[in-house]
C-alpha cells in the first residue's frame, strides 16, 4: 500500500507546483517500496538520489514564485525547505557509507510532504503565485 497517497486537497491551482508535488509522492512511494522490497539494494540509493533531485528543483520552481509573488512567508517558508534538505542530504551520505534507510524514513517524508503541502505551501498565499510569462507569449 502506497505510504504518500494523493488526493485532490493537495491541489494549489499551479500547475507546475501541483505535477512537482505528485511526483514527490509518487517517488516517496517508489522509495518506500524498494526499502520494505530490501533496504540494502543499491536501488534504494538510486531513489534516495532522485528524491534528493527532484525536492531541490521542486524547491527551486517553488521558493522563484514566491519570490516573485513578494510573498511574506518567505523567510519561514524556506527555512522548511532548507531543513528537508538538509535532512536529505544526510541521509543519503550515510545510506552510500552503509547506513540503511528504515521505513519510518520513508513515512517521515511521506508525512513532511503532506504537512508541507498544506500548512506551508498553500496557507501562504498559494493562489498569488504566478508562473514567470513564457517569453514571446
Ligand atoms: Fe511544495
Ligand atoms: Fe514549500
Redesign the pocket.
Known sequence: MAIASWNARFLTGVEIIDRQHETLFETVNTLADAVKLNNESPRVLGYLELLVRLTQE??TT??QF?RESGNRQLRS?LE??RGLDAKLQELRTKHAQGGLVSADVTLFFAEWFAH??NE??MA?GVSDWKPAPTPGA
Open positions: 521542486h524547491f517553488e521558493e514566491l517558508h522548511e525547505h508541507h503541502i506551508a505551501d501562504n
